[in-house]
């Protein structure tokens, strides 16, 4: 049984870009939430998709949106990118109330 | 969301049981604690989680008193791979909507 798949791994893009970051949830999960840790840090809150519509989001700017699809995989877009946007990129997957499965994470620097 | 508290670092043996022990004062009734450990540049992977006096599974154990304003997560006979960032959660256990929100975490180190 896959877990959470998330690509690619490791990205470099240059200041201004745009990046799409994409996640397979762990098979029959409907919940799938994005979290940004930097280095030295707990991963911080981006938001959640849960039938398609963003439901709670966290304290991030308008350059981070995201989508999910009808098969729950999900998206998550950065536009604008600023040097700041450098880290670890997790994607986490979940139904009902069963515990949230994370994936190894996107590395994003932005040089 | 509760706030929760938790050392910055610990260091121990190899062998050793490690406790690491977590606040959160503002803990609801509805809360359930969650612990994670995460590796370098891996996600995290949860551990254990409780709402009251003890739980054990195969790899840890989870003390929580009767006021539930704390917990503490033991790692029995700890070895050099036990060495990773440990989180405690506090939040609702209501629904895939309880988004769930990190501290800082502590930074366990084992040596030989």
């Known amino acids: 049984d896959a877990g959470v798949t998330q690509s690619p791994t490791h990205l470099i893009k240059t200041r201004g870009q745009q990046v799409t970051l994409r996640c397979s949830p762990k098979?029959?999960?409907?919940?799938v939430s994005w979290y940004q840790q930097a280095l030295g840090q707990g991963p911080q809150f981006i938001f959640q998709?849960?039938?398609?519509?963003?439901?709670q989001r966290g304290n991030f700017p308008d350059r981070f949106s995201g989508h999910q699809f009808p098969n729950y995989s999900s998206e998550l877009n950065v536009n604008a990118l600023l040097l700041g946007d450098s880290a670890l990129y997790l994607c986490?997957?979940?139904?009902?109330?069963?515990?949230?499965?994370f994936g190894s994470g996107t590395r994003l620097t932005v040089v | 969301l509760a706030k929760t508290t938790q050392p910055i670092s610990m260091d121990s043996y190899e062998g050793q049981e490690v406790n690491i022990t977590c606040s959160h004062n503002?803990?609801?009734?509805?809360?359930?604690i969650t612990w994670y450990q995460q590796f370098p540049s891996q996600g995290p992977r949860f551990i254990i989680q409780?709402?009251?006096t003890k739980v054990t599974n195969e790899v840890a154990s989870l003390f929580i008193p009767a006021d539930r304003k704390s917990s503490t997560l033991s790692l029995p006979r700890v070895s050099l791979s036990d060495t990773a960032v440990y989180y405690c959660?506090?939040?609702?256990?209501?629904?895939?909507?309880?988004?769930?929100?990190f501290g800082s975490g502590t930074r366990l180190s084992i040596r030989p």
């Open positions: 409780g709402y009251k």
């Open positions: 998709y849960y039938e398609e519509e963003e439901r």
């Open positions: 098979s029959g999960h409907d919940t």
């Open positions: 986490a997957s979940t139904l009902g109330t069963a515990g949230y499965t």
């Open positions: 959660l506090v939040g609702e256990q209501r629904s895939s909507a309880s988004k769930i929100i």
């Open positions: 503002n803990i609801a009734t509805n809360d359930y």
